[in-house]
């Protein structure tokens, strides 16, 4: 559309009243987003948005870690080759990739509501990534949150408030997102539920008896957090834009290496220290005496 007042009237061109300080120092960013407004089935308009991509420049789901552009090293995880139509044939023409009741695909239409069926038929529909992602966070509970609970807050915690605790992180903390990322035609989205904290607020209804305390928590740290995000690779003024990019480029998705050491073990059961006893005990003083500190934090005031 070249005409600029038939885009006006289309809803597809904006005037924005300008003061003369504006007018002169100008804009470095314009960031324009439209909700559309009287739809009484928006359901079913973004379902025939995405089966219209399925059929002209391709929509599918984009498994967990799949690189979204091409480097020297790997190529993306998207491409139009398909050597005797055999992805295709076995995407499109055999069964439904969503009899799996834990596949992406169903946990995508249900996120986003649409049919089920606009996603029986769309590639990588049959992953579980967000499943696994689930299984693997009950499955290091015992190793990681659930033995900080249990082992070095035993006595400020109760059993039941612990697995409150861990009913809560499962059916919350989604370690990949709630939504499958997906992918219309080269471009990939990933969809993130987001909240203003600062803003939130609990309904009594719904939150039960942990989200209080973290709500709390984290407005706690929040100011601590904000400060962190300096140090994250981003595009700012100044420095060499080139080196910048390069930089938020170079980061990934998921974490690449990891460091682990033990803390206390060691010096507790090595046989040749004679104080091992009174290490063991100033130890877990010093642990319950965090814990504690711990428990403030939760606390609201």
Not at 66 to 86: M, V, Y
Not at 174 to 184: E, L, Q, S, W
Not at 235 to 251: A, C, F, H, K, Y
């Amino acid at each position: 559309m070249v005409d600029f007042d038939a885009a006006l009237t289309a809803g597809m061109a904006l005037r924005i009243p300008l003061t003369a300080a504006q007018r002169a120092g100008g804009f470095d960013r314009i960031l324009v987003y439209g909700v559309r407004a009287g739809d009484s089935n928006a359901s079913q308009t973004f379902s025939d948005r995405l089966t219209a991509h399925h059929y002209t420049d391709g929509f599918a789901l984009v498994p967990q870690g799949s690189p979204t552009n091409n480097t020297p090293d790997a190529s993306s995880a998207f491409s139009r080759k398909d050597p005797d139509a055999e992805l295709s044939f076995r995407v499109e023409r055999q069964d439904a990739l969503t009899s799996n009741p834990d596949c992406d695909g169903l946990r995508f239409a249900s996120l986003v509501g649409v049919p089920t069926g606009i996603v029986d038929h769309v590639a990588y529909a049959d992953r579980t990534n967000e499943a696994s992602a689930t299984d693997m966070m009950r499955f290091l509970w015992p190793a990681t949150l659930g033995y900080f609970l249990t082992q070095m807050m035993a006595d400020v915690f109760t059993t039941e408030v612990i697995e409150q605790a861990r009913q809560y992180r499962l059916a919350n903390a989604i370690p990949r997102g709630p939504v499958p990322a997906f992918r219309d035609g080269q471009t990939p989205y990933g969809v993130l539920p987001v909240t203003s904290l600062a803003q939130y607020r609990l309904n009594p209804k719904l939150a039960g008896p942990i989200e209080p305390n973290i709500t709390a928590f984290l407005q706690k740290l929040w100011p601590d957090w904000l400060s962190s995000t300096n140090g994250a690779p981003h595009m700012q003024r100044g420095g060499d834009p080139d080196q910048n990019l390069m930089s938020v480029l170079g980061m990934d998705a998921s974490s690449m290496t990891f460091q682990a050491g033990q803390q206390l073990q060691p010096l507790l059961s090595h046989p040749n220290i004679a104080v091992a006893g009174s290490a063991r005990a100033s130890a877990r003083r010093s642990s319950h005496c965090q814990c504690r500190g711990v428990r403030r934090c939760l606390q609201p005031d």
